[in-house]
């Protein structure tokens, strides 16, 4: 009897060893096949014989190794490192080929202490560290020195997102445009168009001919005030290089004119991509393709006759040896964003912000932070007026397609300046005739001019208005008395833009101007720093219009005594007088007449209107 349950015992064992054998043959096949797979990027599918072969045969390691892998590639992070621990625990030695991507696996969640704790393990024993591996090292060096940033992504949904990617998202200053790219059929890359109403985006549509044609439009962007379109075109007939910049205008029937392509000055033989332009449509910053294989933010500026200059770098504080790339410059024309992966970061592409200085120049960038950049490219980044939406494209897990559009919540300290704008339309104050002309917006704390605004055909503007600051608003054209006014937004607003149509005054006899923008401190003559820039500009129009002879006059309210206030505005005139004579005016072209408050513009019963007849006034008394 014992002899016989031996040898069924022996049956059984071999029979074991077969199916033993038989199922590493299979585990093995199975992960012959995911390689396979995986090779042609069909992550999924290597997934499954990956499942498969740890079914067919449970605890094999080079399965879960394989799995790490794929899930790594796939972005599920979580995933790979489960099937990395499980690595470790059935083959420690085999783990230790794999601990940079297990490292990789642990920084996609965010565990950059782990993950560097994991690597400094790894570099101490290995013979030969890859420049990825000490590159990964170098940015979580960087990352655990970061707090994690508030981040809470929406997407946009189905009016602007579907299973085609979305990219490239660009926003107009009111809010009520948005404008972006999407690969049609994973093929051609096309412009869209949405607007939106109070409380979401309209279905976006086709831009259609003449922007989009049947060559590759690529990076775009519209200006502020959402008449210029500028973007990327590849291959075109017109080009000068693999993919040059191009623009086309709004047209007066709301369709786009012709594209054109920007010119020398920005286009040579190399790529020139992802345009950018300033809130006053007056600089372009844009990536062009560099030597070494990286790529660099230039810009470039509209000179006195509307020409682009030859562009430059945007200098080695920004740029760098690696890729700099999707310059955005905010409404508030003093905070720009972009892509790097030559400053310090936490992997790939990450999106920095820096701020321009009181001298002009761009500060030092800043890295906007975990989770906002990740271990991945992260590639554009656009923020809306208010300085709080921000807008970027992703393939998050509930993403409709491959890339979708979102928006979150900057958090505070990256935000720009709010920006309100002024908006309406020049005119002949006699014939009502709508008319082109510069208007200069002028930061009166610094006396720079921030933005230049040139009206459209029909007189129409818009111009930013950065929150936090006192601006003089000037208006010119030739022919005319200048226009000046001010708008003071250091103190809380109510977040609504102005509204202002302007009417210029031709020059004439006994044309008048009210120098909005000459201040005094109370009861005094003595003009205020602030006053500068409105007095620079009367320099330069009576130089530019040398034939001219003109009236100063000061005004007061009635807060006083007749003869207090007359003589105070006598002598507020006389300063204003002083100051051009100064500055190469000649004397017997300009007089100094103190009115009081004798001509009063409305009534002193209010603070209102007592701030209205405080004022002075330029008055034309000949014209040779």
Known sequence: MKKILFCCCLISMQAIAQQSDKATRKAMELLESSMTAMRSYQYPEAIRFLQEAVRVKPGFPDAYGQMGLTYLAMKQYTDAEQAFRKLGELDSTGLKSVA????RAMAGNGKFTEALQLLNQYVRTAKNISPRTSQLKKDMEFAV???PVPFQPQNLGASINTPDPEYFPSPTIDGKTLVFTRRVGGRNEDFFIAGRDSLQWTAAQDMGEPVNTAFNEGAQNISQDGEMLVYTGCDFPTGRGSCDIYFSMRSAGGGWTQPKNIGPAINTEAWESQPCLSPDKQTIYFVRATPDAGSDIFFSTRNAQGQWTLAERLGTHINTKGRETTPYLHADGQTLFFASDG??????LDLFYCRKQADGSWGTPI???????TIEEDGSLTVAANGV????ASDRTDSRGALDIYSFELYPEARPLPTLYIRGYVFDAKTQERLPAALDLIDLSTRQT?????????????????TGKDYAFNVNRKGYLFYSDNFSLTSSQDGQPFEKNIPLTPIEANATLVLRNIFFPSNQFVLEPASATELDKLVDFLKENASLQVEISGHTDNVGSDAANLQLSQNRAASV?????AHGIAATRVKAKGYGE???????DTDSGRAQNRRTELKIISLQ
């Open 450 to 466: 921030v933005a230049t605004i040139r009206s459209n055909n029909n007189g129409g503007y818009l111009v930013p208005l950065p």
């Open 145 to 147: 020195t970061t707090k």
């Open 367 to 373: 890295n906007l932070g975990y989770p906002i950049n």
């Open 343 to 348: 400053h310090p970061g936490f992997g790939g």
């Open 577 to 581: 007088v002083s100051y051009l004579t």
């Open 389 to 392: 939406t921000a807008y970027f």
């Open 100 to 103: 940079p991507s297990y490292a």
């Open 598 to 604: 004798t001509k009063p513009l409305d009534s002193n």
